[in-house]
Structures are given as structure tokens and as C-alpha cells.
């Protein structure tokens, strides 16, 4: 789900973990309209949580579906007269009936209390008033459907994709955002035969008469895709099995497969069990996926990725951040207003399956300036422009929905944790962190009950940690000097306020080229150490691998060279990006003005200026300082003008030049943007 062709965000109004156009994790707080019942805090026990049993017909020529069922929830606190209700307004509740207890079965009517981005927000007034401590159970009849994509809702197409993650397309307790149990039937014509339930555990499916029955054991939303698939089926010993499900076979269709198992395979040591029996890697049509809002959606047990992902290399930091969603936040989310920390758990798990997968100069890579094959707006470079341009916050305070905050909080958070692991032992934390998340499963956490079991495991008070990270914007800035005399190496590292206190490595390089490792801690405005040396050194380097967050002074240079770029940038503001380019300095040693023309260019591509972005593009090319992540991105635009002209050789041409140069540029594989790269 992009912004534009690259922008990576994720919106909506739940727990819910894609890769999409403008979309949120957000984990809401207690809701209306179920009592005192609150399923996100703690594990639930079976009766407190709503079950549905639900029957689907779908009929994909008229994009429409008819649904029947019973939605049981559990015992309230105080007595009920009403339950509350949300359902997407593309839906119509046909019929709601009381059916236990016997005693107080009827007819139940129905209000519209409000409407709300889209959804009704429904009052069922019960026949009779319910005393606390009883269940009650509704029959529901409802129907309808649209002809337009909605956020992960669409019944037409090769695939059909349902998700009750991104759009309340069945009557869903409360606001819509409480998970339920119980059991979901879906009926499909045979122009779509098969069918994958989130979370689901297949109970039978009859081809011949369309029918699929799955088990839901574990809270979640109701979601499910339908179609016509390619199946290809691996497991690693002791791991669930992962099957990819593509509408034609490919010879890359195992690799994918593979990586995904090897991708929760470092997942599972990192967070603990996965909870899943199996793993569905289900590719959805490129253009729809536009559409519908999202690159990739990651529900329990079910990965959907747009076709784009699964026809290129496999990315492991695509799998380590969509399939650590499978924990944070599908088992465990941060309680507002911190639930964006589970998109910086995200992008940790990222940090680990790269670094496991691929090794520690492909890790360092990715945390400096981001995958294009995944993400490039994940980096500590991304993060820092974004700062220097005026848009840094406290941690905690990022929020969803936003940009570039989302994408600020998700990369900071994912360094906050890679620090965590340093400061209180990698082995330890993670071992925490799936203490956590037995503890509170299909719950939530505050940052509060977070920085205490990390302490508790850690055996020490973290919560100068959470207060310097979490609780106030901004990164630190050292400065490291270093001398040599009578046998002792001499370090000194520097700080301006606010202090930071840090432990990070040094890696100090003699003349023979043997390397030593040291530890140290920085705390305030100097920080000195010294160590015993028995031979000349050549070369001290403090946390080279970039482990942790931080500004260096050519970075700041850059970042802020680049800062009036960036603000028009995030504002898509095509007239404050052309007033840049009649300021642009002399000389031009940060590569203001490819950077200006590329962000042009993008922008107005979105806006189908194809000629417009293409001029822009060229312009970038021929800047005398260009950016390397980004050569590959002009590149794209000219073949997308290619294609507009259908000039074939120019279009083969164009592509041809953005592969090479993603080359050069040393990213792994082609990026985002120039995998959509098709004439058609």
C-alpha cells in the first residue's frame, strides 16, 4: 500500500498490520456496548469473547454477498438493553432476532446511531432486558456489497478479498473493533474454488457444491480471499508448513516459499511459538491491490501480498516486517496512544531477519538507508531528513494514519528496540518479549507494563531508557576523538544536551589490520575511556555498523540542505517543490536539485502528468550530484512515459536502466517501484 510509488503507510481503525495507502495499527480502548467486557487486556478467557457462527454466499458477478448467522456474546456486567453494533454502509442488516436466553427471544429493532468514515454505527434494542452474568445471542440476516473497492473489501475480481481488518463488511460487536471466535462457512461458484479464512483451521470444503467450513480457535476478525490458485507447499522440520498461492505457476513460486519459512523460522526465536497451524502467502492482483488501499496485508495466519512482491526475489525484509506482524500486533499491541510501537516491532523484526538471512553488511545497509525492494522510507536516513525538516516527536507520540510520523515512529521504534537488545542483552530481551506475549495474549500492552517486564528480566531499572527513548523527540549526536600515548589508547566522546546514555561498541583496528572490540557506556556531555594498546592504531570506529539512531555530521549537513525539499515533499506540494528549484544552492554538493526533480516527478505522476513527471525525470538524470537510492525511480518514471506513447524500445530501454542502477546502487534485487514495470 503506497502513498505514492513508494510511500509506505498503514490506515486503519484497528490492530490491524499492512503495508498500505494512508492505513493505522491502532489498538482502540474499551468500547461501548458489550457491558464491562474488555478483550484486550490479558489473555481471554473463552466466554469473554464474542463468537459468531456465519454463513456467506458469495456472488462475485454482482460484487454483492447474503449472510446469515448467530453473533454470542458473552456475560455482561451490568444488565443489557441494547447492544451495540458496527457495519459497513455498503451492507444492509436485514434481520436481527434475540434466540437466547429462550426466555427473552424476539424481534430486535434497530437504530442508526451515527455514521462514521463509512460505517453505521447500529443500536439493537433487545426485547427484554437481559440481567447481568447472562449471554446473549442475536441471529443476523444481512447483505449487500459495491461495485468500488473499499479498504480491503472487494467481492469481484479473479480474487475476492474480505477483510474484517480493514472494512466492517459483517456486523462486528462495538465499534468493530473487538476480535471473535467461532466458525465461518463461505459459499463460492466455481470460478473461485478455493478458499483461505484468516486464522482459520479448514473443517471441509465440497467443491461440488462450493461450500468451506473453517474453524476460528483463536480471537481475530472474520477475513477471507477466494479464487483460483497455483498452490506451492514448504516446511522446515519443527516449523508450521507455508504454502504460496498464486493465480499462474512461476519458477520463483518455491524461493518465495522457502524464504517465508526461513523468515519465521528466525521470527519464532526472536518472539516465541507462532500460533498459527499454517502459513498462506496469497498473491492479489497488482491493480486491484491499488484499489483496495495496500501492497501487502498481514492477517493471522495469512500474508496477501500483491502480485508485484511475489513475481521479483524474494525480500526478507518484506517477510521480517509483514510476518512479525503475525505477533505485534495479531497476538499483542501496544494499548494507545503508543500502539505504533508495534510497527517499530516490525521493522526490528526486519532488522533480524535481514541480518540473519542475508548478513550483517546487508543488515547495516538496510538500517542506514532502507531496502527499495521493500521499503526505502524504513531507515535512519529517512528518519533523520524527516527531522531536520521539522517533523520529529516523541516516540510514543507518532501516530498513525500520518506521514511521514508513521514511518518516523515505525523506523525509530525499530532502532529503539535493536538499542534495547544491546543494553540488556539480545537472548534476554527476546525472551522477554515472548514472556509478554504468552502473558497478554489477544491482549495489549502499555508502555508502562513494557518498560516493567523488560526491567524485571533485565534485573535493573530500564525506565531512564523508556524516559530518554520513548518519551522525548530527538536522537543524540557524538562526537568521538581518540589519541595514542605510552601504550594506552585514549577515547573521548562528546555530546551537546539532551545527553544520552548509550552502550555501544568500539571497534579499534590496529596497524596489522586486528581488530579489538570494546564496550562502553556514554553518558553526558563527556564520556572518556582508555585501554592498553601493544601496537600502533590505525583506525577507532564507535558503533559502525549503525546500530543506533543517531545524527553524524555529515548527515545533519545533508538533512539539512535537503530539509525545504522534504517539507514540500510531505506536503505534495508541486509549487513549493518548483520555488525550491529557483533557490537552489551553489554548489550543489547534496544533490538538492535531483532530489527536487524526482520528488516532482513523482508527484505529478500521481496525478497523471505523465509528460510532466517525465520531463522532470530527465531534468533529475542530468543533475551533476545525484542520489543513487533514487537514479532507478527517474528511471521508472521515463519507462511509464514509454509506455503512455507505447514506444516499446524506449519503455525496454528505461527498464533496463532503472535495473542497472538499482545494481550500482547495490540494492538487492529491483525496487518497489520498478517491479510494476509491464507494457501492456
Known sequence: ?????????????????????????????????????????????????????????????????????????????????????????????????????????????????????????????????????????????????????????????????????????????????????????????????????????????????????????????????????????????????????????????????????????????????????????????????????????????????KGGFLRSNPSSANYGHELTHQWWPNVTGFRRPASLLAEGMANYGAFRVVEALEGHAAAERFRRTGDPGFNGDISAWFYLRHAAAGFDTALVAFREGTFPGRNMGGTKGAFVFESLAHEMGRDRMHRALTRLLDRHEHGTVSVEMFEAAMSAAAGRDLKWFVRQWFDREGVPHWEAAWRQRAGRLHLEVTQPPPYYRATLPVIVTGASGAATVHRIVVDGPRSSFAWPTTESVTRVEVDPAFRVLRWTASLRSRADALAPVTRARAARSVDGLRAVLRTLPQPDVHGVTFVTHVSLAELLLDADRVGEAAAHARAALEAAVRDPEQLSLAYGVLALDARQRRDTTRFQEAVANAIAADAVAGIPGPSVWVRALRMP
Open 1 to 305: 500500500m503506497h502513498l505514492s510509488l513508494r510511500f509506505h503507510a498503514r490506515v486503519h481503525a484497528r490492530a490491524l498490520a499492512i503495508f498500505a495507502l494512508p492505513a493505522l495499527v491502532a489498538i482502540p480502548g474499551a468500547r461501548p456496548g458489550l457491558g464491562s467486557v474488555d478483550i484486550r487486556r490479558g489473555s481471554p478467557a473463552a466466554d469473554s469473547v464474542p463468537r459468531y457462527d456465519l454463513s456467506v454466499r458469495l456472488d462475485p458477478e454482482r460484487r454483492r454477498l447474503e449472510a446469515s448467522g448467530t453473533l454470542t456474546l458473552p456475560p455482561a456486567s451490568s444488565d443489557r438493553t441494547e447492544v451495540s453494533l458496527t457495519l459497513h454502509e455498503a451492507m444492509r442488516l436485514t434481520e436481527v432476532r434475540l434466540v437466547a436466553p429462550e426466555w427473552a427471544a424476539g424481534a430486535a429493532a434497530v437504530d442508526t446511531v451515527a455514521r462514521e468514515r463509512g460505517d453505521l454505527r447500529l443500536r439493537v434494542r433487545l426485547p427484554q432486558t437481559l440481567p447481568r452474568g447472562r449471554r446473549a445471542s442475536l441471529s443476523l440476516k444481512f447483505e449487500g456489497g459495491s461495485a468500488t473497492p473499499g479498504f480491503l473489501f472487494y467481492l469481484g475480481g479473479d480474487v475476492i478479498y474480505a477483510s474484517g481488518w480493514g472494512t466492517n463488511w459483517y456486523p462486528a460487536p462495538g465499534d468493530g473493533s473487538i476480535k471473535v471466535t467461532g466458525r465461518l462457512r463461505v459459499f463460492t461458484p466455481a470460478s473461485h474454488p478455493v478458499v483461505l479464512a484468516s486464522g482459520g483451521r479448514p473443517l471441509r470444503a465440497n467443491r461440488e457444491t462450493g461450500w468451506h467450513a473453517f474453524e476460528l480457535p483463536r480471537p481475530t476478525y472474520l477475513s477471507f480471499v477466494a479464487g483460483r490458485f497455483v498452490q506451492t507447499r514448504v516446511q522446515r522440520p519443527g516449523s508450521a508448513p507455508v504454502t504460496v498461492y498464486v493465480a499462474e505457476a512461476r519458477a520463483g513460486d518455491t524461493a518465495q516459499a522457502r524464504a517465508a519459512a526461513a523468515a519465521l523460522e528466525v521470527l519464532e526465536r526472536t518472539f516465541g511459538r507462532y500460533r498459527w497451524d499454517s502459513l498462506a502467502v496469497v498473491e492479489y492482483p497488482d491493480t486491484l491491490a491499488r484499489r483496495l488501499g495496500f501492497n501487502a496485508a498481514a492477517e493471522p495466519g495469512m500474508l496477501v501480498l
